[in-house]
DNA sequence: ACGTGGTGTTGAAGCGCTTCGACTCCCTCT
DNA sequence: AGAGGGAGTCGAAGCGCTTCAACACCACGT
């Protein structure tokens, strides 16, 4: 292992000057920088992680935490963490990948051993149990995901009020009055993820404005549930012609079963889904969205991570991403409306 | 921050005895054991990795590498790389989150750093780049995937030569002499993934042995290429009556347009998709399929490494999972057969 | 009584880096 | 000409932990 004491004597120089070529902290004349530049790249020095994160008290790691549930979102998911990976290297830092099963015990873990300068949490509830945690750590924290309370806190999510609101607009003024909401599996709104309870009250108070009718019913991803799901709906709602679906899952089974039916997307029936672009443009009929913006997510949560680390960006700051509502093949007029 | 030495004094005792402690490297008294569990409790104390890891030279941080393409095979990428999470904290390990965007510069850097132990390359590509740079590794390195060589390496994956092997056996057995592989993308086949070339050379061979007609095609995950691809293939080869899916993304489309052409499954048509459990269970038919063994790659690609870290495990080592087929709806007697 | 071998504990020497203060030049301003 | 100051470099003091060699102690066998 080559260390900065052998370039510092290769170049003929002492350590703290090509530790400040390194960093960039002082300034150096030209022929010394280069000098010690020749002689890194001779050697094939590496700085040590461990000696610079003891030194510096500064590991360059951001840690990310992201929920175990491998049948939920899962793309949305993956989506955001690489964005988070990519955004974060371009700052220099690594990404630390936790899984949300530890909880509370990760938090502590890693902001108790200055692991990670930084902590980037997915999966928020709104009463989650790992906030206290993070309101103490020493490390700055960002949030994907809206809790009840945010006071203190730097969120990022998209504004899945206004998602549900836009949504509710979409349907109305094609002339739909009955709408019905396929929603997240139940156990997500056991847990009160913010997202699936905000989503349905942006829905809920538009379509109340407006006076059209609205039912809500969570449903699991798979066919069987889907199918029940919607006879459900149609025996308690049979003037039902609008549809929003939240769970990506239930997106084909969806399209499938109403196709089964004999109920045709658009002219019988609209359909609104609020997933990202890439399902909303593969499934079979392309379906009218709002995107989840994910990469955009991800990224933003890096940079405020960053931000906070470098000292300008304030302690409590919520960012809401505008939803933007896509007409594509799945939404039309409402049947009989001239 | 509470250092060793603050609990060293609060306990009565010297810095190396509580170092001790903590890693159980020498035998401690239980009354002196005890006074210094309760000193860290009481004092909250946390060991700072970066002083562990300079001290120790070990970070008890493994790298896992994945690929960054979104669009592609992600639940299995997920359910691995959370299986990989998983497994490491067992085992007292964090996981670090690399994309393969970088590429060989991400191994250079983790490898010349020591940010981490070990590392967990996912998607290995048959010649692939960052080979050398592995074997030229100070950490093990557990590859989840098989390159063309594999001297001095290890390496986990599904046996795919045996699992194509296998769905042509079953669908020979059913009575089915044309069959068609709906492959991956063909941007798969160009970077000469494994598994991919490997599933379909099993294929090959034992469809040849069983005198059954193979075609394969390549094929995108939406609707559009498997319109396109379904077409060529019912038009190049009127009498296929199995199918054989290794993309995930194709089976839905695939389910879906054979149903509109009027093309009954399992009655007209067969069809044995390559995927995880999950996926085969939850599609609009429920699917004879090979599991790809995610969470049991994942956990076995960890282990192996943990063991070569601890110097218990051979350097060259192919660990190849047996595939086991299921038998589910959507595959029977080829039409025409008694 | 004495050596012997465990067992439990300690002091001190680093691990490889960052960073602070100090020093030396040398240029500029008055 | 002398003060003042910026630029460039260095030495040394740690950062918080691990680990090695060494020591003290006790119980044992002879």
Chains 1, 2 share one sequence.
Not at 19 to 34: C, D, F, H, N, W
Not at 213 to 224: A, D, F, Q
Not at 256 to 276: K, N
Request: contains cysteine.
């Amino acid at each position: 292992m080559v260390t900065l004491a052998e370039v510092a004597r290769h170049a003929g120089v002492s350590a703290s000057t090509v530790s400040y070529v390194l960093s960039g902290k002082r300034s150096i004349s030209a022929p010394t920088r280069e000098r010690v530049e020749h002689s890194i790249k001779e050697l094939g020095y590496h700085p040590n992680a461990g000696a610079r994160a003891l030194a510096s008290s500064r590991s360059n790691i951001l840690a990310l935490m992201v929920p175990l549930r491998t049948d939920m979102y899962v793309p949305v998911m993956m989506e955001i963490a690489i964005a988070v990976a990519t955004t974060a290297r371009s700052h220099g830092y690594d990404v630390l990948l936790l899984t949300g099963e530890e909880g509370p015990a990760a938090v502590r873990r890693v902001t108790g051993s200055g692991l990670a300068d930084a902590m980037i949490v997915m999966d928020v509830e709104l009463e989650d149990e790992r906030l206290p945690l993070l309101h103490a750590a020493r490390q700055p924290t960002v949030l994907i995901g809206l809790p009840a309370d945010t006071v203190g806190l730097t969120c990022v999510d998209l504004d899945f009020t206004a998602t549900g609101a836009l949504c509710a607009d979409h349907l109305a003024d094609l002339g739909h009055r009955e709408i019905a909401v396929v929603g997240e599996a139940p156990a997500v709104y056991e847990r009160h993820t913010g997202f699936a309870e905000r989503t349905l009250e942006g829905l809920r108070r538009r379509a109340g404005e407006l006076g059209v009718r609205l039912l809500h019913r969570p449903c699991e991803g798979s066919y069987e549930s889907m199918d029940g799901t919607l006879s459900r709906i149609f025996d308690e709602r049979p003037g039902t012609t609008g549809f929003v679906v939240q769970n990506e899952a239930a997106i084909d089974p969806l399209l499938s079963l109403l196709r089964r039916q004999g109920r045709a997307v658009p002219e019988d029936v609209s359909v609104v889904a609020i997933c990202p672009e890439q399902v909303a443009t593969q499934a079979s009929v392309r379906l009218t969205s709002v995107a989840i913006p994910a990469q955009e997510m991800g990224r933003r949560a890096v940079e405020l991570a960053v931000a906070k680390l470098a000292g300008r960006a304030p302690e409590e700051q919520v960012t809401l991403l505008a939803p933007e509502l896509t007409v594509r093949a799945s939404s039309g007029p409402a049947p009989g409306t001239s």
